[in-house]
């Protein structure tokens, strides 16, 4: 399936993040939230990236998910790191070749690439400051899945490092820094621009356009060029599946390449019909896999992780009107603050993971497809679900 490119809304936020923009606080920082797997760091490489090396910005892209098992804060310094010997000229490219680390910016400031944002290394500000020397144009920062910073210390002191280089770098007639941060849960988010002491504190999350309608067009117009006997196409009902869906391209390629696979055709059915049968069985079986989690839980795991879900941001798991609940949960049960730890540790360290944990100490489901689930069951007034109850009322 052919990339569908969204030049339109990239040119707009390449605009907003140079500030351009009358309106809008795009040049402070960009948030942008996108449940996963629709499509939000396809954009950020294919489209947002190109736009902004098209108007003379250097950009760097980082994705703390690619590798879970480094520190974030490490992975951040060395992205810059990278990018400065890769732009610094051909005597650090050089050194780098000979072993050495320290390179040398402008013929006067030396920095151990080696060393970026540890205590007796260069600061983020002082490389970001190197970099936007050496390579004499703007730099954009873009983090995926910038969430993930606030699960280490060094995470967080990175996110610090980098509000600081931009209020240091940037000018309210010149933007040298852009920074973009991208996450997949926008509760997790959130807590980079609202909690006590967040970095960006003050800053908007926006929520990223899901592809839509214009999306489905261009998938119906790659069938009909390519499937001419199945002309005309339902527009409709694809773009009924593709949002049962939940907009994720990769599942909807998949459903549609089954489809139309001479070999699973049968009783002259349209495609477009097993497209979306294929999306209501795929929404039964994750509401079926995320009931299937819960109701494996001992029983003060399902009480912990129900709250937890019920609260979301103001989720505290030691305060006595939360031991209250779970003693209400779990009649007869001696509850402590210890036994709440304990279960939530085991929450934590089941695979996959059910719920995430920042370096602050602060709890949330890892996966924000969760709080919808509970959040569709508590208003057909479904929830607690229980063994043979219907997935939905509909």
Not at 12 to 27: I, N, S, T
Not at 96 to 124: V, Y
Not at 155 to 172: H, V, Y
Not at 223 to 234: F, K, L, W, Y
């Amino acid at each position: 399936m052919s990339y569908f490119a969204r030049p339109g809304l990239a040119t707009e936020l390449a605009d907003q993040l140079r500030g351009q923009a009358v309106f809008g606080d795009a040049h402070n920082g960009l948030f942008l939230a996108a449940p996963r797997r629709t499509g939000k760091s396809m954009f950020l490489q294919h489209d947002l990236r190109p736009a902004l090396a098209e108007r003379g910005v250097l950009v760097i892209y980082v994705d703390l998910w690619s590798d879970q098992r480094r520190d974030p804060g490490d992975h951040i310094a060395e992205a810059i790191s990278l990018a400065l010997v890769e732009h610094a000229g051909v005597v650090a490219k050089t050194a780098r070749k000979a072993g050495l680390q320290s390179i040398t910016i402008a013929g006067a400031l030396k920095i151990d690439t080696s060393r970026i944002g540890k205590p007796d290394g260069a600061t983020l500000t002082q490389a970001l400051q190197a970099l936007h020397t050496a390579a004499g144009k703007p730099v954009a920062l873009i983090i995926d899945e910038a969430q993930h910073a606030l699960t280490s210390e060094a995470g967080e002191a990175a996110m610090a490092a980098l509000k600081s280089a931009r209020d240091q770098m940037n000018t309210p007639d010149d933007v040298a820094l852009m920074l973009v941060m991208s996450g997949s849960d926008r509760d997790k988010l959130l807590r980079l621009v609202n909690a006590n002491g967040a970095a960006f504190f003050g800053s908007t999350i926006h929520q990223m356009p899901t592809l839509g309608k214009s999306y489905v067009d261009h998938v119906v117009a790659l069938i009909e060029q390519q499937r001419a006997e199945q002309r005309p196409v339902d527009h409709l009902v694809l773009l009924e599946a593709f949002q049962l869906f939940g907009y994720r391209p990769q599942f909807f390629h998949a459903a549609i390449g089954e489809a139309l696979n001479p070999l699973e055709a049968g009783n002259g059915e349209r495609f477009e019909q097993r497209v979306l049968a294929a999306a209501r069985r795929r929404r039964d079986q994750d509401a079926a896999q995320m009931r299937s989690d819960f109701l494996g839980l001992k029983p003060l795991e399902r009480a912990v992780l129900w709250r937890m879900l019920a609260l979301g941001r103001a989720f505290r798991p030691y305060d006595a009107e939360a031991l209250a609940f779970y003693r209400e949960q779990i009649p007869g049960l001696t509850v402590s603050a210890q036994k709440v730890q304990a279960a939530l540790e085991n929450l934590r360290d089941r695979t996959p993971a059910l719920v995430w944990k920042s370096a602050r100490g602060e709890y949330s489901a890892h996966d924000g497809a969760m709080h919808a689930w509970y959040q569709e069951l508590e208003q057909q007034g479904m929830w607690p679900p229980v063994d043979g109850q219907p997935l939905c009322k509909s």
